[in-house]
């Protein structure tokens, strides 16, 4: 199975633009987000969700700072 991110915003907005690659693992779609989260959040993406397959690892992890 492989590992994917689904890009999420707040609003209907699509990314159909952005390439996200498919990984072999969980640790390298973590690398991936890990180094590409800001590139991702300056276009527009507020959230993602890990997917293994169609299964849901975890969802909604936002790209935002946290607020003080």
Same mark, same amino acid.
């Given at each position: 199975? /492989?590992?994917?991110?689904?890009? #999420? $915003?707040? /609003?209907?907005?699509?990314?159909? /633009?952005? =390439?996200?690659? $498919?990984?072999?693992?969980?640790?390298? $779609? #973590?690398?991936?987000?890990?180094? #590409?989260?800001?590139?991702?959040?300056?276009?527009?993406?507020? $959230?993602?969700?890990?997917? =293994?397959?169609?299964?849901?690892?975890? /969802?909604?992890?936002?790209?935002?700072?946290?607020?003080?």
């Amino acid at each position: 199975m /492989s590992w994917t991110w689904r890009l #999420e $915003a707040k /609003s209907d907005k699509q990314f159909d /633009s952005i =390439e996200v690659p $498919a990984f072999d693992n969980q640790s390298d $779609a #973590e690398t991936w987000i890990g180094d #590409e989260w800001q590139t991702l959040l300056d276009h527009g993406v507020d $959230a993602v969700t890990l997917l =293994e397959g169609d299964r849901i690892e975890y /969802s909604d992890m936002s790209l935002h700072p946290p607020q003080n």
